[in-house]
């Protein structure tokens, strides 16, 4: 009888553990929302994507919680606001040690878990008293950096060399679209097909329409389309081994294109990432694109949930599983994003909701102009040499903008570039006073804070060359720090 109990549980638990999903997020490197084929660019190919969407859920209201890379993917694998995730709200700074990052708890629960590609994410020491976090990935493969030979050359691989008796789950992290550019001195035309024509490029108002632009839009064409042929590659592994069907696949991006009013803004060019999911067992309706608002750190109780694993309390996120059964299911109202130090001293914050966007910012006297990899770029140096001849237009002005508005707001649905600033409209006032009350909730529930002294620039605003100093000369206190935003798991409105 003891036999049989204990075959039945066996049975059971294997296959509960059979019908759990696998799941593969696929993010790609400084890709905007628009640069994809499926999201209506006419020039930028990517079939492997298109395909999926066309197949799966395309997401139009997909918004970033910071448009700074190791910040956003901090946020994305512990489902909380940057200034939640402690020092790690800035670029290059470590997670807090309490945190529990969602592949691990994927992986305790049988789940084999790999990161292949740029992995851009560490963990702070632990505190007095508290214990490190346990690895979260059963496999660590970064590659061998930018380039054909990156972590996406061995992606099927990964695939391929699983343990065939667990359900996986893999952090595929492509180096493409990160300046520099290596592309074009690396271009495979029998496998990417031809490069992008400079001429037919889509150049975005705000930048300067010369050849110098374009040919540097079209070397970011070029590693987005190598981006997608690698996931076409998986793609097609994994219908080879018969389970494409019951793959959960994510596509998305960290932040903004690295040009200059995208990367690290927060308008739609800086904080709104495509977003595709790809489901066949699991998503009803294919092929519609859904409106409902989702942020990064939902992906985290996303997975967890489709999973069947506890979403702990420490993260902030809402699952968005009820989308891919319903396209118009709504589980979340209001998206926040931040803008902490990413190369410049800078502290914004916005959130969107029912179409505006309301934006704060506690350093006016600053420009947004971007990061410094995009201050170094052809487009900024064109820009530049517009503005000194002063013929710069209205969208290509507020780049350098100087002082800029402390509040912001726009009508997302009426004005794509968000340019029309609608703070001061009277007809607008009752909207203002609404987004307002619920940013000053948002901080006040999540610990969130402008500290007395933040970091400081660390490059050359004109030219993005680095400046001479240490560390210890630039970097300050990062927001929530001194509020213990790390031990907040409330997450506001939502």
């Not at 909380?80 to 807090?96: D, T, V």
């Not at 029309?420 to 000053?440: C, G, H, I």
Request: hydrophobic share 35%; net charge negative.
């Amino acid at each position: 009888m003891l036999r049989l109990l204990l075959l039945q549980l066996f049975i059971t638990v294997f296959a509960h553990a059979m019908d759990r999903p696998n799941a593969i997020l696929f993010i790609a490197d400084d890709v905007s929302w628009n640069d994809l084929g499926c999201y209506g660019n006419p020039e930028a190919r990517t079939p492997n994507i298109d395909r999926l969407a066309a197949k799966g859920r395309r997401f139009d209201e997909a918004i970033l919680v910071a448009s700074s890379c190791s910040p956003s993917r901090s946020s994305i694998i512990t489902g909380r606001y940057p200034h939640n995730n402690g020092r790690a709200s800035e670029l290059h700074q470590p997670i807090a040690a309490n945190l529990p990052w969602f592949p691990r708890l994927l992986r305790e629960s049988g789940y084999y878990t790999a990161l292949v590609g740029k992995h851009h994410m560490t963990s702070d020491k632990p505190a007095a008293g508290e214990q490190p976090q346990p690895e979260p990935f059963d496999l660590v493969d970064k590659g061998n950096g930018p380039g054909n030979s990156g972590g996406h050359a061995t992606w099927v691989k990964t695939v391929q060399e699983r343990p065939k008796d667990q359900p996986f789950f893999f952090w595929f992290a492509s180096y493409d679209a990160h300046r520099a550019w290596d592309g074009d001195k690396q271009w495979d035309e029998k496998q990417y097909g031809p490069k992008h024509d400079p001429a037919k490029v889509v150049v975005p108002p705000y930048l300067n329409d010369d050849a110098a632009t374009r040919d540097d839009l079209a070397s970011y064409y070029n590693e987005i389309t190598r981006f997608d042929h690698f996931i076409g590659r998986v793609v097609a592994e994994l219908e080879k081994e018969g389970v494409l069907d019951n793959t959960l696949i994510l596509v998305m991006a960290d932040n903004g294109r690295p040009f200059p009013r995208a990367k690290t803004r927060l308008q739609d060019s800086g904080m709104k990432t495509p977003f595709v999911a790809h489901w066949p067992k699991g998503i009803t309706k294919p092929g519609t694109a859904t409106q409902s608002l989702i942020s990064s750190i939902d992906i985290a109780p996303t997975i967890l949930s489709l999973a069947n694993v506890t979403v702990p309390p420490t993260m902030q996120g809402v699952s968005f599983a009820p989308i891919l059964e319903n396209p118009e299911a709504t589980p979340r109202k209001h998206a926040f994003s931040e803008h902490n130090w990413h190369d410049y001293e800078a502290h914004g914050r916005s959130v969107r909701s029912e179409g505006f966007l309301y934006i704060v910012n506690a350093r006016p006297q600053l420009a947004w102009q971007g990061p410094a990899d995009s201050v170094h770029s052809p487009s900024f140096q064109s820009l530049r040499a517009v503005r000194d001849a002063g013929k710069l237009t209205p969208a290509q002005a507020d780049v350098f903008l100087a002082p800029r508005p402390t509040v912001e707001l726009y009508r997302t649905d009426a004005d794509a570039l968000q340019l029309n600033n609608l703070a001061d409209d009277p007809n607008y006032a009752s909207v203002k006073q609404r987004l307002a009350k619920l940013m000053s909730e948002w901080t006040d529930a999540t610990g969130d804070s402008v500290p007395a002294e933040i970091s400081k620039d660390y490059f050359d605003r004109e030219t993005g060359e680095r400046l001479k100093i240490k560390e210890q000369d630039y970097r300050r206190t990062p927001p929530g720090w001194d509020r213990d935003a790390i031990h907040v798991n409330a997450p506001g409105p939502r």
